[in-house]
Each structure stands twice: as C-alpha cells, then as structure tokens.
C-alpha cells in the first residue's frame, strides 16, 4: 500500500459542473505504525501535518475550493465529515 485516495464531487458554485474535493493518505512509516499499533483515531491528525509528503485532509481540500469561490459553502460543508474540523479550518483561512 502507497496511499489511499478518495474523492467527493461537489456541483460548481456557478452552476457550471462539478469540482473534486480530495483526501489523500500517503503510507510513511508512521502512518504504517498507526495502523499496525491500531491506532486509526490518530490517522486524521496525520494526514492534516503530513502535507510534505503529499497528505490533504478532505476538510482541507473542501476549504480550498471554498476559498477559491469554486463551490458555496453550504455544499461544502454538507459534504465535510469532520465538520467542526471544516469550520476551524475556514477560520483559520479568513473565511
């Protein structure tokens, strides 16, 4: 296992199509050591400081695209699981 990826579409603000919300889960040794140790509570932690090795959390990736005006906020956030984390990361953005 190299990485998990999943992805959500979400329709356009303008009505235009549909945007891609990604997570992404690189297997480093310490992802490998949660796993093994069985400690997935931890993984989402992981993946949100784990951006230089590639990692975004779909909270993230779904601020962004807020951020970026690609999607309302509303649809954003109805698709966010953590959604707590997806509000503490818009404000930490200015949103």
């Known amino acids: 296992l190299k990485a ?3 992805q959500v579409l979400i ?3 303008d009505g235009s199509g549909t ?3 990604a ?5 480093t040794r310490a992802v490998a050591g949660m796993i093994r140790g069985n400690k997935l ?7 949100t400081s784990g951006a230089r090795h590639g990692m975004i959390s779909l909270e993230q990736s779904l601020v962004r695209l807020v ?4 999607v309302s906020r509303e649809d954003a956030y109805g698709r ?3 959604k707590a984390r ?8 200015g949103g």
């Open 4 to 6: 998990v990826v999943t």
């Open 11 to 13: 329709p356009n603000s």
């Open 19 to 21: 945007a891609v919300a």
């Open 23 to 27: 997570e992404v889960l690189v297997n």
């Open 41 to 47: 509570f931890q993984l989402p932690s992981m993946i």
């Open 67 to 70: 951020r970026e005006k690609t």
């Open 80 to 82: 966010a699981v953590d």
């Open 86 to 93: 997806f509000e503490s990361f818009l404000k930490e953005m």
